[in-house]
């Protein structure tokens, strides 16, 4: 047995000649919040299936809970909760509906049934919603109840595939409190997401482009040992009106790499010879005179466009 809560060993997915799991390497200890990001299509689903036991792996082998996924799939169901991307509630059930139905699936029966049930109801904050049909609960509350659908056999580990796709930033930020009370009650969890900015929440993050694990650790391992440009660069925020029209000029030059909007303000790597007063001087001749500019430290995002821009390099090189 190990002490990992998931232990991945040199996993691939192929389907036909294409790979959309190539090779992944990743431990993730028993308690952690592990967030496993990537864009859409990276292969976060197909790997997650995999590590349910559900869909047969290429190559490579996987441990969850000490049980192998190719052959103890029976072993590991029962011990793990799973909300799948398109998971699907009964829309004509009510909740407490179905709760009963989920929890007669996972074999709670009985006493035990209806006090799990409670349990659930009250750490999603469902209760006094029970007799409210799936139908009309907002997209949060859907995904509140589909949590807690995953939650019924009071699993040590779940798997959670973009919970908080298509739900409002409010709703996000409650799902995530959620996840965080789920932590600190002894749980692990492995959420994947394509928000970047969710990445700052986990203990633990992966991050998967193209099939590929490009990078995994603790957030701020990864900022500082990924989060410095690479030398004769330094990285710096502009700011200030009219942004779009900077960011079309700067994009043009090459001494500044990596143009990039963040929110109202862009972010740029700027060579080191390059000083800023000859950019301002610059840009106020052709009709800016109202930027700002300041030496920033990374974001995970910074962090994470930098490797992909520099996995798009090699593959192309
Ligand atoms: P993500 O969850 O990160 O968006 P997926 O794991 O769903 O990515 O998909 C990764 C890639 O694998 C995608 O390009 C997808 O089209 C492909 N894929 C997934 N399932 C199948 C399948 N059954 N047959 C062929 N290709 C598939
Ligand atoms: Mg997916």
Redesign the pocket.
């Known amino acids: 047995m190990t002490d990992y809560a998931i232990d991945i060993q040199a996993l691939s997915k192929s ?1 036909g000649p ?1 790979t ?2 190539n090779g992944l390497n990743l431990k993730v200890a028993k308690g952690e919040i592990f967030g496993f990001l ?10 997650m299936r995999m590590l349910c036991g559900l869909l047969p792996p290429s190559a490579g082998d996987a441990w969850v809970l000490g049980y192998n996924i190719r052959t103890q799939g029976k072993q590991i169901r029962p011990r793990i909760g799973y909300m799948s ?1 398109r998971f699907s509630l009964y829309e004509d059930l009510s909740v407490a509906e179905n709760l009963d139905f989920f929890a007669s699936v996972y074999g709670v029966t009985g006493p035990a049934a209806q006090k799990r049930k409670q349990e659930v109801l009250e750490l999603t904050h469902l209760s006094g919603r029970e007799k409210q049909l799936a139908a009309f609960l907002s997209g949060g509350w859907k995904q509140r109840l589909g949590l807690a659908c995953s939650l019924l056999h009071n699993p040590d580990l779940i798997f959670l ?1 973009e919970p908080t796709a298509g739900i409002d930033p409010v709703a996000r930020r409650e799902l995530w409190d959620l996840l965080f009370a789920l932590a600190s009650a002894g749980k692990t969890l492995f959420v ?1 997401t394509h928000y970047m900015d969710e990445a700052e929440r986990c203990s633990q993050i992966g991050y ?1 482009y193209l ?1 590929n694990l490009i990078v995994a650790g603790k957030p701020g391992d990864l900022k500082n040992s990924h989060g410095t440009p690479e030398s004769g660069w330094r990285r710096v925020e502009i700011s200030g009106e009219p942004i779009m029209k900077a960011y079309n000029l700067l994009q043009g030059r090459s001494d500044l790499r990596d143009v990039t909007f963040f929110g109202q303000s862009l972010h740029a790597l700027l060579e080191n010879s390059l000083p800023e007063v000859e950019l301002l001087h610059w840009l106020e001749t052709q009709g800016l005179n109202n930027l700002q500019f300041r030496q920033i430290r990374p974001s995970l995002e910074d962090v994470f466009l930098d490797l992909t821009r520099l996995a798009d390099r090699e593959r192309h090189a």
């Open positions: 389907y294409i959309v799991v990537g864009p859409n299509g990276s292969g976060k689903s197909t790997t991307q595939d994947s998967i099939s």
